[in-house]
């Protein structure tokens, strides 16, 4: 047996929280944005990274 970490009323306390599910604007792939300014995942955020220079 081992510890293992079950979902409990903590993921809907959290979702009640900050987080929010958006849609990635470039690959409008549903992501977990973890504040409000945040509109693309950090996928892209990585590969688009180059861009902002
Ligand atoms: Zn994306």
């Not at 690959?27 to 688009?48: H, I, M, P, Q, Y």
């Amino acid at each position: 047996m081992s510890d293992i970490a079950l979902p409990s009323k903590d993921e809907e306390f959290r979702e009640h929280h900050t987080q929010k599910t958006r849609k990635c604007l470039l690959c409008t792939t549903n992501f977990e944005s973890e504040w409000a300014g945040e509109r693309v995942c950090k996928k892209c955020k990585a590969t688009a990274a180059w861009r902002q220079g």
